[in-house]
């Protein structure tokens, strides 16, 4: 299949609460972005973390192989520094293929979970 | 009506709950491509799933016929193979005719549900 | 301010719950399209309405007026048909000016609320 | 890092319960708009409201500094007027540098929150 995508995206919204109800990891809150290289080269994409009141953070590194996707929890995020818990942020991946992305937030703070998702902002 | 909407599209989320909670089929957690095909032709449809560390699946062959939607649950693809439930996936779509493609989700493993929607990502 | 949008705008996914919880009309399970006029004329705007097995309804006529919002409730539509519940259908709007239209459900049918939201698309 | 983004921003949705559940502010209802400036220098950003059956109210004036976001909560404008609750709004948004905004609403009228995003319509 032919690649599909973009290669700059951007999510403003971002926020992981540090609480959650429910079985870990499935019910804990997260939130993700889903990538998906549809193409026959790995994609290597840098993620850079943006916030109110500091620089920013980054780059994070993944790499999505060609024709998967990665569905990366940014509670995962360990390198070069974890992602902090009820704080605002915001985020923008570059790759060096097309890609697409989406964004989720899983939120269990209470005892039934909520979902939200919106495929990001490319250009 | 005159046809309108795009030939290729592509969901990066995709998660199907194994588990739900209430009345079936209402209320089974569930993903869905909704379609939308305005123009006077039969649109033909493939759809190619992709995953985190196999080849994709795929092409499912659905068809929206002329001035018509359709709500395809995720769930009740069987051919060429169903799609493994608690498993991250993504989707691509190309079709003959322009169509709109919206996504959601229902999810339903706690008591309460959830949903989710975004217009795909379409070029 | 300067008008702002497009004129045909598509929404696939549509689904109004017959069942809800909670004090009506803000509880009650429905769906909506809101739109925005930012311009200096009031939008004139056709609904269609298209479904899985019969032909599309409407033209559903509503007017935004000029510098205003009018969130529009699918489940309040009456001239030329009510909207069937429980029932899967997609929409198109074409105005005679710009706007903007988002798409929100709110489902009720249990207990807790669960909402959706996108940006339709335009063309 | 390169601005992105656009100037022009709207959201058609806007809608602030006046109840909520649970302690606040995290579990407030609230509507919030994420925005995001990528670029090297700050973004001022004017913000308009719009009304089913009044004038518009605004403009009202924030800045997002260069390398920041800001998760702009409704509920906390106050000058040139407070946003009235439970009443429909929309949104617009121009900034003399490149952002991108993302909407989101967290709604705890029951005892479940919901919760809701969509990337706004830029142009």
Redesign the interface.
């Known amino acids: 299949?032919d690649s599909?995508?973009r290669r700059?995206w951007?999510?403003?919204?971002?926020?992981i609460?540090s609480q959650s109800t429910?079985p870990a990891p499935?019910?804990t809150s997260h939130e993700?972005a889903?990538?998906?290289n549809?193409g026959e080269r790995d994609a290597h994409v840098e993620l850079?973390l943006?916030?109110?009141?500091r620089?920013?953070a980054g780059p994070y590194r993944v790499t999505v192989p060609a024709?998967?996707?990665?569905?990366l929890r940014f509670n995962d995020l360990q390198e070069p520094e974890p992602v902090p818990r009820?704080t605002?942020?915001?985020s923008?991946l570059v790759s060096d293929e097309p890609i697409?992305?989406?964004?989720?937030?899983?939120?269990s703070?209470?005892?039934?979970?909520?979902?939200?998702?919106?495929?990001?902002?490319?250009?």
């Open positions: 299949m599909m995508g700059r951007a999510i403003a919204e971002g926020y609460p429910g499935a019910m993700t889903c990538l998906l549809t850079t943006f916030f109110k009141d620089e920013p024709r998967r996707t990665l569905h009820d605002d942020y915001a923008v697409v992305v989406q964004h989720t937030r899983l939120d703070r209470q005892a039934e979970n909520a979902l939200m998702t919106t495929i990001a902002f490319s250009e």
